[in-house]
Structures are given as structure tokens and as C-alpha cells.
């Protein structure tokens, strides 16, 4: 795997009733949702495949991007739910692809994306303080030993306008 993008699912409501794994995007989630994914394309983001939490709110932010990525193979998994960061990469690992996208939950996501930023840089500090819904960071490497490096953290409040 030479790239890896952490996608943070869109905003939700906050219950109204529904279980944490069937709650729903809200109006500014689905709008955040569709306008990430072109800001994902402008970054040079193109998953050979997308691993997506089974969770509504994941499935949904996905429905949101999915015509960004029409070539994209899709997997949701239950094994993404609120998963660990070493899960999320233990599952982005075994994806078998050279571009893999994850589209999941904090607080692992985030520390995923904290772990492999490494705090170095002025971005990377950014995400280990604050990972919103739809934000996304971009990570490559030149090859399977290579360190990970951050190329873009992408979020609404910022990225978007």
C-alpha cells in the first residue's frame, strides 16, 4: 500500500431515538460529505478501494463521494465500527491494494492519522488536536518500508470554504 486516505464519516444528528451505529447524516453531513469528496480528487486521493464502516452515517458519507471515485471497489465492514487505530491499519493492510481509503470513526481514526503524521509538522499537530466529521488526511509512501507521509489534512471548516 503506497497511499492511504482516513476519512472521517460526515456530521450526524445526534440520535433522535436510533442506536450510535444507525444514526444518520444531517443536512450539513450530506452537503460536507459531497464537497470532501471533490476536495479529495483535487488532492490526488484514487482508492483502488474504499473500506467503509458498516455504521449508517459511514455508509451515507460514502453514498455522499461515491461518484468521485467510480472505479473504486467498495468493502463495508462491521470490523470498523468505533474500530482501534491498529485495527483500522491492520484492515487497511490486508486490503491488498496500492490506494486504500478508510472511511470510519474517531477516536481511532484520529489516532491512526496522529500515529502516521508523527507529529512533525505543523499539520501533523493539527490533526493529533482536532479530526471534525468529513475531514480527511492523505498519507504516501514511495514503498512498503518507506515511513508514511502526511500530504493533506482536508476539512470542512477550512478546506471547504
Known amino acids: 500500500m503506497r497511499q492511504l486516505t482516513l476519512l472521517r464519516h460526515a456530521k450526524a444528528d445526534p440520535g433522535g431515538g436510533a442506536t450510535d451505529f444507525e444514526r444518520s447524516l444531517n443536512e450539513r453531513g450530506r452537503s460536507d460529505a459531497s464537497r470532501i469528496g471533490w476536495a479529495l480528487i483535487e488532492a490526488g486521493v484514487a482508492p483502488d478501494v474504499v473500506l467503509i464502516s458498516s455504521s449508517s452515517r459511514t455508509r451515507q458519507t460514502w453514498d455522499q463521494i461515491a461518484r468521485a471515485f467510480p472505479g473504486a471497489e467498495t468493502r463495508f465492514l462491521d470490523s470498523l465500527y468505533l474500530a482501534p487505530a491498529d485495527a483500522l491499519l491492520q484492515e487497511a493492510k490486508a486490503a491488498g491494494a496500492e490506494r486504500v481509503m478508510i472511511i470510519a ?9 496522529a500515529e502516521l503524521g508523527g507529529g512533525r509538522t505543523p499539520l501533523a499537530r493539527r490533526i493529533e488536536a482536532d479530526f471534525p466529521t468529513a475531514a480527511a488526511a492523505l498519507f504516501e509512501r514511495k514503498n512498503e518500508d518507506a515511513p508514511w507521509r502526511l500530504l493533506a489534512f482536508l476539512s470542512p471548516k477550512d478546506s471547504l470554504g
Do not use: D, F, K, T
Open 105 to 113: 470513526h474517531n477516536p481511532g481514526l484520529q489516532e491512526l492519522a
